[in-house]
């Protein structure tokens, strides 16, 4: 059964980092793609970035390459989300997914599974 399980978020300053993590479990991060989505009040869900589980391959939704940046680590089967240069604009509900393959069509749409969700507020 696939679980994941968000952290890492909370109240930051605008122009601060913050990095988010994923605990990953029921499958290792080289059988599934991953990747985190976000999703503010009133709007919709927002692709930011996915890893392929085979090859490594990243993906970023537009404009999100830069200031975020997913990664993982293979041997806690955890992935990560740093986020930089944080905006208010990037307040939002964050979620670590995963799915069979990353691509940008699959951040377009979704992704299979996604966990519950951890918080971000930026604010001065």
């Known amino acids: 059964q696939v679980r994941l399980v968000e952290s890492g978020g909370g109240l930051v300053q605008p122009g601060s980092s913050l990095r988010l993590s994923c605990a990953a479990s029921?499958?290792?991060?080289?059988?599934?793609?991953v990747g985190w989505f976000r999703q503010a009040p009133g709007q919709e869900r927002e692709g930011i970035a996915c890893?392929?589980?085979?090859?490594?391959?990243?993906y970023y939704g537009d404009d999100k390459k830069g200031r975020f940046t997913i990664s993982r680590d293979m041997a806690k089967n955890t992935f990560s989300l740093q986020m930089d240069r944080l905006e208010t604009e990037d307040s939002a509900t964050y979620f670590c997914?995963?799915?069979?393959?990353?691509?940008?069509?699959?951040?377009?749409?979704?992704?299979?599974?996604r966990g519950k969700g951890t918080l971000v507020t930026v604010s001065s």
């Open positions: 997914a995963a799915d069979t393959e990353c691509s940008w069509y699959k951040l377009d749409v979704g992704m299979e599974w």
């Open positions: 029921g499958f290792t991060l080289n059988e599934l793609a």
């Open positions: 890893i392929n589980g085979i090859d490594g391959r990243t």
